[in-house]
């Protein structure tokens, strides 16, 4: 087979041919004579097939050239056995290294320590407080304690932050705020409005209305023994009557109770007070309790009788969601200005209202002007708001006028100092 070379048991293959050759001619370079035999093998080698083919048999095997020259097995090298250590005892003397006598080395027992003790809970705490104690020390001792310094950027960054978290908490607290107002000013209106509309069974049973007079006694005038005036014209209706009825319970909530405002084609419809510090009811609900939205209230420069005042001046806030005072940028169209009516219900009678004049202004304008020095000024005043009106109307001035003056804000443009005004003039007193 491929590959077997063992000593004196060559096969006849080509293989062992090959190492032949490559054997002899080692050999003719050593002696000299190349072509000894390479030519009667070849020849051998080349007749191998057909002697094969005719005899059946491979031809005798041709003997070693030269046997000994085969390579031979490399005998196996003996590993050094490893020496013991000679210890000090049976260690040999040698002389001339040593001028004494090494002495035998003895073996040290170790000794056998026993296992600590385990800690009790307050020695690990003092031990603990031990090791930390110096560190402690030193951030106590500011001399000891290391300097700490924060790079320009890392003081940036923390301002940076801090503004965001405010403003973030700002933002919130605004939004909460604006909320809750629209809320309380939904419920507070929602309520009183519901007030008003109930009737008691008190006043359905003791009301009594005299088509000849102008005057319905409440049940506070009956109590008191009060008459009624029959001095003839238009008397309330029952609705009418009643809200006129209503504002004594008013009364009773809140002492600045002035009267009750309503508009026809606005959601206007709301108590009015009036109170003698400036702009109180600016910030305040109709409980007097701190409210963004307000109240609806008359200047505090007017009386809260209504028959008192030349020209009646009432504020309200324009609010975003369409309630108070914010109806009276709808008078911008001419249907609403020239339709409505504006009535004020008091404990003297209903003041009933037709617009005349609405219009933009500036909240340094006199607009709202509440006294006049003489007839010809106050006629002027009358006939300035007519002309700034963004429509015009047939309604004539004269000495004996009674003005009502409505103020909002205009929140447009950013501006906190615009306001939007109507100006009406009073048509007829109902009582």
Not at 210 to 232: R, V
Not at 319 to 325: E, I, P, Q, T
Request: charged fraction near 30%; include cysteine; hydrophobic fraction near 30%.
């Amino acid at each position: 087979m491929f590959g077997r070379k063992k000593f004196g048991d060559f096969y006849d293959d080509d293989l062992f041919l090959g190492h032949l050759q490559e054997q002899q001619k080692k050999e003719d370079k050593v002696t000299g004579d190349e072509d000894s035999d390479s030519e009667e093998i070849k020849m051998e080698h080349a007749d191998r097939p057909r002697l094969i083919k005719e005899a059946g048999a491979a031809p005798a095997r041709r003997p070693l050239a030269n046997p000994e020259s085969m390579p031979k097995k490399r005998p196996k090298k003996k590993t050094a056995e490893k020496k013991k250590p000679v210890s000090n005892e049976n260690r040999p003397e040698k002389k001339g290294i040593f001028p004494f006598n090494v002495l035998p080395v003895k073996k040290v027992e170790e000794e056998k320590k026993a296992p600590p003790k385990p800690l009790t809970k307050e020695e690990k705490e003092k031990q603990i407080r031990d090791s930390l104690d110096g560190m402690y020390g030193v951030y106590r001792d500011p001399d000891l304690a290391p300097e700490k310094r924060v790079a320009p950027t890392e003081l940036l960054r923390y301002a940076v932050l801090f503004l965001c978290i405010f403003g973030f908490f700002a933002a919130g607290i605004f939004v909460f705020g604006k909320i809750y107002s629209y809320h309380r000013t939904y419920v507070i209106n929602t309520r009183l409005q519901e007030l008003i509309k109930s009737v008691d069974r008190f006043q359905g049973e003791y009301l009594k209305k005299n088509t000849a007079c102008i005057n319905s006694l409440t049940p506070q005038d009956i109590l008191n023994g009060k008459k009624e005036e029959t001095t003839g014209g238009e008397t309330y209706t029952e609705e009418q009557q009643n809200l006129v009825n209503k504002l004594h319970q008013l009364k009773q909530i809140n002492q600045d109770t002035a009267g009750w405002i309503t508009i026809d084609g606005t959601v206007v419809n709301y108590p009015v007070v009036w109170s003698e510090i400036k702009n109180y009811y600016l910030k305040h609900d109709f409980y007097g309790k701190t409210l963004a939205s307000g109240t609806i209230y008359i200047d505090e420069r007017n009386s809260p009788r209504i028959a008192e005042n030349r020209n009646t001046v009432i504020y309200g806030h324009n609010m975003s969601d369409g309630s108070m005072f914010a109806s009276l940028h709808d008078f911008s169209s001419a249907t609403l200005f020239h339709g409505a009516t504006i009535e004020i219900a008091t404990e003297d009678g209903i003041y009933v209202y037709k617009p005349f004049s609405a219009h933009e202004s500036d909240a340094y304008d006199n607009y709202f002007e509440t006294d006049f020095a003489n007839d010809e000024e106050f006629l002027t005043f009358c006939e300035q708001m007519a002309f700034l009106s963004l429509y015009q109307s047939d309604v004539t001035f004269d000495k004996d006028t009674r003005l009502l003056t409505l103020s909002t804000c205009k929140n447009e443009g950013g501006s906190r100092d615009r306001r939007f005004a109507v100006h009406a003039v009073l048509v007829k007193v109902i009582r």
